[in-house]
């Protein structure tokens, strides 16, 4: 076991150095730089001071292995288009990306493995009905869910459209109110296609395991119907879902790019977008190691959550 | 057999919903009764035309005209004095409003028709997603063959790297890449270039599921019998191996299209993807970026409930052939 936690640790580590490394140089390598920023009544010397200032004066190599030496001590840089130094802004973008995807993970697992063993053991209209809003939600990518829910506010007024909080919410205790009142739209789109791809698969997994030797034996002993579901059945379908939880937390990264940019959610989505389209590198690489970061976590939690489900994992390793 | 017939019967709805989907969008010029370029300069944010079958007894399919009564409230009125009927089959297009415009799901920002630009932009969102997927599938058989046939460091260097791009959020990494290249190209230049990204995020799913195939196969006894009359490994891999994954393959292909469909439609919504007088259904998104607007004209989502449909219609089939849909990236 911690052979492999070395390996998936080293193996991470590899995966944040070279996704934020990519991120840089490419940045650098595009077409135009931050200095277009600048707008056209920049004058020539003010053009090279930010160049020498940000390092694009360097070549390429030299730039990057600078900026590396810093990004090991946890210095990534300063941000052009905010004047700031890049970690705390990205880090404050991703807290506000992991409130958002956060909720909506916890949402989509109790809603979809709930359901799921709820069509999987049961037969009969509910079920039925369940399992088709289900494939239509499978159906639903967070694009144009939150594009759907932000038509229905926008509509109805049942949720404030778009951002994190109005811009009037001064105090502490407003802001937590505020956060709760903006946080079920977009948490909701998130959570909906994930919590059906939970659902289905829980639903496929429990059925099969139902019909087991097992479980009629225990059936055959008088377990009450829902214990034979909860306690017999379950504990050994749930791998179905743990198998597919670091997808499930790679896909929320993805989904949370479109839902943050359909709602005005400011995180780390909506920062990479900004930072790329400034050509803003440092905080491109700080925005792509996070994410690397977050991707990481993502997998170990996802075999984490396989060897919990699974002792054949834990013995194997 | 009994079998087959009931495999046909579950996936009658979803094969009936992606013809409803792609055969108008591939019959565009005929169907869509305007092009989709043409700009009604009094009819922007027009609501649908209705289509009228009952003058005082039952008539002719025909519409009126739609006046502009207020240009701030965007208010229209029909024009209840000059009703045109329908004409059919008239300059090579199904239906058309004669001179009346006939906007069947009204009209966007620059007074453009909203159905036939649906139409037309299917053409680039369905054949990008459709050329992605091939090409995604072909490399990711021949990497994926290549690793499973034979082993060792190839193997290794082809399902590490594929394990790598596979943990990557996709939309990030076609982000970072679309972002990087020129904003302004184009839309030939951007579909060549969004087909090389996608095939390049796409192929490794394929490739770890063909790799498994292909290294469990290798052992079997036709394998050995052709390598025994002499054939090259290249016709092995080709001829013997790689048709025993083509139902794997195939399934992956569906899986890899609604993604890229939606890749496209994402991209395109924040401006990095097709030039925003393109018809493609992410442009047309892009037009529902003001919310307080898309309130008041809801037929801005059309292009949204296209791609519903076409994802739905690829997980009923999925859903159909046994396996449960898994919302893919996106």
């Known amino acids: 076991m911690s052979r492999f936690l070395v390996q998936r640790l080293f193996f991470c580590a590899v995966l944040i150095v070279i996704v934020a490394s990519s991120a840089l140089l490419l940045t650098r390598l595009a077409p135009g730089d931050l200095t277009t920023g600048l707008g056209s009544q920049a004058t020539a010397r003010e053009v090279s001071d930010a160049r020498a200032r940000f390092g694009l004066d360097r070549p390429i190599m030299v730039q990057w292995a600078a900026w590396a030496a810093r990004a090991v001590r946890l210095d990534f840089g300063e941000s052009f288009r905010y004047q700031q130094p890049v970690a705390p802004l990205v880090l404050q973008a991703a807290a506000n990306s992991a409130i958002l995807a956060g909720a909506a993970l916890f949402v989509a697992t109790f809603a979809g493995v709930g359901l799921g063993i709820f069509t999987g053991s049961r037969r009969g209209v509910m079920p039925a009905i369940v399992r088709a809003v289900s494939v239509a939600a499978v159906s639903m990518p967070p694009l144009l869910t939150s594009l759907a829910l932000l038509f229905l506010a926008a509509r109805t007024g049942w949720f404030p459209v778009g951002g994190m909080s109005s811009s009037d919410a001064g105090q502490q205790g407003q802001q937590w109110n505020e956060l709760a009142a903006h946080l079920p739209l977009p948490v909701l789109a998130l959570a909906l296609p994930i919590a059906a791809t939970f659902e289905r698969l829980q639903s496929a997994a429990i059925s099969e395991q139902i019909h087991q030797p097992f479980v009629t034996a225990a059936a055959a002993r008088g377990v009450p119907p829902a214990r034979l579901v909860l306690r017999h059945a379950w504990p050994v379908s749930v791998k179905s879902v743990a198998a597919i939880y670091g997808v499930a937390a790679g896909s929320l990264l993805s989904g949370s790019f479109a839902v943050e940019f359909v709602t005005a959610w400011p995180g780390l989505g909506r920062l990479m977008y900004d930072a790329l389209q400034a050509r803003d590198l440092y905080l491109v690489a700080g925005c792509a190691a996070v994410g690397g970061a977050v991707v990481s976590l993502g997998m170990l939690l996802g075999d984490v959550l396989l060897a919990l489900s699974d002792p054949r994992v834990r013995e194997m390793e | ?330």
């Open chain 2, 1 to 330: 057999m009994n079998g087959s017939s009931c495999v046909w019967s579950s996936r009658m709805p979803s094969l009936i919903l992606l013809a409803l989907v792609s055969l108008p969008v591939a019959a565009a010029p005929v169907i869509a009764p305007n092009p989709p370029e043409q700009r009604f300069e009094d009819l922007l944010y027009a609501p649908p035309t209705m289509i009228h079958v009952w003058d005082g007894g039952p008539a002719v399919p025909f519409v009126y005209p739609q006046r502009l009564i207020s240009r701030i409230d965007r208010r229209f009125e029909e024009d209840r004095l000059h009703p045109a009927a329908l004409s059919w089959f008239a300059r090579g297009r199904l239906v058309t409003g004669g001179q009346t415009p006939l906007l069947l799901l009204g009209a966007d920002s620059y007074g453009r028709d909203l159905f036939s630009r649906l139409l037309f932009g299917g053409r680039i969102s369905l054949s990008l997603a459709v050329l992605s997927a091939l090409c995604a599938v072909v490399i990711g058989a021949l990497l994926g063959g290549i690793a499973g046939y034979a082993g060792g460091w190839v193997d290794g260097l082809i399902s590490r790297s594929s394990e790598f791009l596979l943990v990557l959020p996709t939309m990030y990494v076609v982000l970072v890449l679309r972002a990087v290249l020129p904003l302004v190209l184009a839309p030939g230049t951007v579909f060549v270039l969004l087909t090389m990204i996608f095939a390049a995020l796409g192929w490794p799913i394929v490739a770890r599921g063909t790799r498994a195939i292909i290294a469990a196969e290798r052992h079997r006894e036709y394998v050995e019998a052709a390598r025994a009359v002499g054939i090259s490994p290249v016709g092995l891999l080709l001829r013997h191996l790689l048709p025993a994954a083509s139902g794997y393959l195939a399934s992956q292909m569906t899986l890899l299209i609604p993604a890229f469909i939606l890749a496209e439609a994402t991209l395109s919504y924040v401006g990095f993807g097709f030039p925003p007088n393109t018809a493609t259904w992410g442009t047309m998104l892009h037009d529902t970026a003001n919310v307080l607007l898309v309130a008041d004209v809801p037929w801005l989502l059309a292009p949204a409930v296209a791609i519903f449909l076409t994802v739905l219609g690829v997980n009923l089939l999925v859903q159909a052939s046994g396996r449960p849909p898994v919302q893919l990236e996106g």
